[in-house]
């Protein structure tokens, strides 16, 4: 169960964040109204949020959930592959003080977004991508081990994040984009496959006992809540002009 969160303010900025989409330019000004809606969405939960001043030097900065990698027994600041935004780990790292008295943290030459980071119990799959290499990922593996968890690595193509694609829903209920549907490390699982014409829907986030989900994908939506998970739907559309998803916008803990 979560019973905090930190994210952080959209800044003004985010018209130039990084992103490979073909969707246009994110409003801004619905973007404040998209985050405050998640914001209340996650307090609706039962999640106490901590919200950080936007940061207008980093456009990318509302994604906080690429900068630090929580878990119940540390949390690890990560060094994000993309230069613009290393400096963002700073104000996170002052912000997680605030729960934890000392702080693990990923370094160069390793690169990690802890977007490429999936959490199932007690052991973490880690996807090498553009951002997250393997010495990165060796490090993480090793700070998991000396805390008692375990972690392995999953080959990725072309997608940005390893949560672009998966998303846990606990209980070994798994949504499964159909690039990792062949991925041996996933067979196990009680898969909730998402059809390519909606593949942004495959990020979506578990917060104590409900799925937050992105509006506008009516078959995953379905197929989510067919496999017996309640949904609460979200408009992401600014934040998906970004590449951000659900699980992006938050540090839970």
């Known amino acids: 169960m979560f019973s905090n969160a930190i994210v952080r303010t959209p800044c003004k900025n985010m018209v130039s964040g990084i992103t490979t989409s073909t969707l246009g330019s994110p409003n801004y000004d619905l973007a404040i109204v998209q985050h405050e809606r998640y914001i209340a969405t996650l307090e609706s939960c039962g999640v106490s949020v901590t919200v950080l001043d936007k940061e207008e030097d980093y456009p990318d900065s509302t994604f906080v959930e690429d900068t630090a990698l929580i878990t119940p027994e540390c949390a690890i600041l990560t060094n994000p592959g993309a230069l613009s935004r290393k400096g963002e780990v700073d104000s996170i790292r002052d912000a997680l003080a605030e729960h934890y008295s000392e702080l693990e943290e990923i370094k160069a030459p390793g690169t990690l977004d802890a977007g490429d980071v999936m959490m199932v119990a007690n052991h973490y799959y880690i996807g090498l991508s553009a951002r997250t290499n393997p010495e990165g990922a060796k490090q993480l593996i090793a700070i998991l081990e000396a805390h008692g968890l375990s972690g392995s690595t999953v080959a990725m193509g072309s997608i940005l994040h390893l949560k672009t694609g998966l998303s846990y829903l606990e209980n070994n209920s798994l949504i499964i984009a159909s690039g990792f549907l062949q991925e041996a490390q996933f067979k196990s699982?009680?898969?909730?496959?998402?059809?390519?014409?909606?593949?942004?829907?495959?990020?979506?986030?578990?917060?104590?006992?409900?799925?937050?989900?992105?509006?506008?994908?009516?078959?995953?939506?379905?197929?989510?809540?067919?496999?017996?998970?309640?949904?609460?739907?979200?408009?992401?559309?600014?934040?998906?002009?970004?590449?951000?998803?659900?699980?992006?916008?938050?540090?839970?803990?």
């Not at 937050?212 to 949904?231: D, M, N, Y």
Request: glycine fraction near 6%; charge should be negative; include cysteine.
């Open 189 to 253: 699982f009680d898969q909730i496959s998402i059809p390519d014409e909606e593949s942004y829907a495959a990020n979506a986030i578990w917060v104590n006992s409900k799925v937050i989900v992105a509006a506008g994908f009516p078959t995953s939506q379905a197929a989510i809540e067919l496999a017996g998970h309640e949904t609460l739907a979200l408009n992401m559309s600014e934040f998906q002009k970004l590449d951000g998803g659900l699980s992006c916008l938050s540090l839970r803990f």
